[in-house]
Structures are given as C-alpha cells and as structure tokens.
C-alpha cells in the first residue's frame, strides 16, 4: 500500500477517473469540493470520515461543541497523515471548521481536509497552511444549520460513498475516492496512463494529427512500445 501511495502522488484526479471508470465506478470525483486557495499540489492518504445531518436546534448549540461527540473530539481521533473528509451535505450557509481547528488539525499532522461544505475565517485557515478542498465560504457556524454526529463511518460526500480508510487524491481538479481493494490497480494502471499521455502530448507538440493518435491505434501503440524501450517514453 505504501508504494501504491506514493505512486499515486504522481496521478492525477483526472487519470483516477478513468481507471475506476474502467472498472465501472463513475462516482468518485466529490462534486463541490475544489481548493480553497491555488492548491498547486497534490495530496493523497486514507480517508477519516466526519458526518454532519441537518440542523437539530436543541443538539445544534454552542455548547455542543464542549461534548465528546463534538468537532473537537473528533479532531483528537485524527491520526497522522490522514485526509479528512467531512460530509456537509453540500450546505452552502453554514461554515464547517475555521482557522482554530484546522491550526489544530496541522499539529495532528492532518493532511489535507475535504468537504462538500463551505468554511469559515478564510484568512486565518490559509495562513495555517492546512489544504483545504471546499465549495466555499460563508460567516456563520457551522450550528446555523448543521449538528455533528460522528466520525469514522461511512459517508457521502459530494454524491460519492466514502469509507474510512479509502484512499483519497486531490489536486487542482478537485477530490476523488479509491475504494481500497483498487488502490493497486489504480496506481499501476494510473502510472502507465500518465507516461502514455506524456508521450502523446510530444506527438501532437510534433505536428501528428489526432485520429489514430488519440486514443491510439495499433500502429501507435506499436510506436509508442518502442520509444519506451528506446527510452524516448
């Protein structure tokens, strides 16, 4: 697994889709979670699961957030290297976390976080450098609309099934879940995608024209085997 991970680092979200649509699955790219600032980077790790359900005005309360099951409580569960990702239920009025906890999450040696929902003290979450992937931001709490029930139990967010410990990727186009039983499959698979691709934006660079180049017929493939064994791919 550890050499899958970091294999992938070099695949991007875009690939990831195609190798899961390989093998059927068309719901893995988090529809509304996108950087929060130029991400410019792309992080990967296990997923650990928040679960946000719709405003419930005498659970939902400031004092909430002093109960064990709590944001705050669940921040302390967060192992290293992990990637939140927190199902907000795409609720746009209403920001999930500010720069408090997230500086919190950095000294958990959280990696990045991800939700279909907004944040809040843009300014402050930015300067603690944690990656953040969200559909925004709004001013009020995260109480206004929502009440935390847990964590590390299988979610949904932004229309995909998330379970703890899936793998997650993100970078500059958005988030995507690797269910764990393809996480090889995928970074191998994933690998060998990202070196064709870059060997065919070297031919189109050349002058080639697209039909039978993308996606490559035979006489290309047979092109592009060679150059590889060349070291020219």
């Known amino acids: 697994m550890t050499n899958a991970l ?10 990831i889709t195609t190798m899961l649509l390989k093998k059927g699955i068309r ?13 410019g ?6 997923a650990f699961t928040l679960r946000f359900v719709p405003v419930r005005e005498d659970l939902a309360t ?44 950095v000294k958990r040696g959280v990696t990045a976080l991800i ?31 929502l009440t935390f029930v847990g964590w590390e139990e299988p979610i949904a967010c932004g229309g995909c099934a998330i379970f703890p410990g899936d793998i997650i990727v993100a970078d500059d186009d958005g988030a995507v879940v690797i269910p764990k039983d393809l996480v090889d499959f995928v970074a191998e698979g994933g690998a060998e995608h990202e070196r064709l691709e870059a060997w065919l934006v070297k031919e189109v660079d050349r002058g080639e024209k697209l039909p039978g180049l993308y996606p490559p017929n035979e006489e290309t493939k047979k092109r592009y085997e060679a150059d590889k064994k060349s070291g020219k791919a």
Do not use: Y
């Not at 980077?41 to 296990?46: A, E, L």
């Open 6 to 15: 970091e294999t992938l680092k070099s695949v991007t979200t875009g690939t």
């Open 27 to 39: 719901r893995c790219w988090m529809e509304g979670a996108m950087p929060f600032a130029a991400a």
């Open 62 to 105: 400031p004092e909430s957030w002093t109960k064990p099951i709590s944001t705050r409580g669940a921040i302390e569960a967060m192992p290293e290297n992990c990637i939140v990702v927190a199902d907000a239920m795409g609720v746009q009025t209403a920001g999930i976390f500010g720069d408090i906890l997230c500086m919190r999450m």
């Open 41 to 46: 980077k792309r992080v990967v790790g296990p």
């Open 115 to 145: 939700t279909d929902g907004v944040m809040r003290d843009k300014h402050g979450i930015l300067g603690t450098g944690l990656p953040v992937w969200c559909s925004g931001v709004a001013a009020p709490a995260s109480v206004n609309q």
